[in-house]
């Protein structure tokens, strides 16, 4: 079993700034890529940034600049860094554990940024 559990989300102005924390564990033998997404009521979830095992990371066009994602290094840990945020960015929150095909994710985190 693994379980991904995020932190962090909440209520802000807009202009304002959240951190999201995500954790991995369980049985977990390698470190893996990890991400955030979001989905805003009446949207598909897409993807807001990706940072790979190394540390390597990717970024959707609506955040960069504003946007920040890293890790703790070897461990299964994420974090994603937001400001500047938008009304537009409102949303709930997912963090991604693993590749393509084999993807766990965290229960969500809500995002609300008023204007």
């Known amino acids: 079993q693994v379980q991904v559990v995020e932190s962090g989300g909440g209520l802000v102005q807009a202009g304002g700034s959240l951190r999201l924390s995500c954790a991995a564990s369980g049985r977990i033998f390698s470190i893996k890529p990890m991400g955030w997404y979001r989905q805003a009521p009446g949207k598909q979830r897409e993807l807001v940034a990706g940072?790979?095992?190394?540390?390597?990371?990717n970024y959707a066009d609506f955040v960069k600049g504003r946007f920040t994602i890293s890790r703790d290094k070897g461990q299964n840990t994420v974090y994603l860094q937001m400001n500047s945020l938008k009304p537009e960015d409102t949303a709930v929150y997912y963090c991604s554990f693993g590749a393509l095909g084999d993807i766990r994710w965290g229960q969500g985190t809500q995002v609300t940024v008023s204007s």
């Open positions: 940072i790979t095992p190394g540390g390597s990371t």
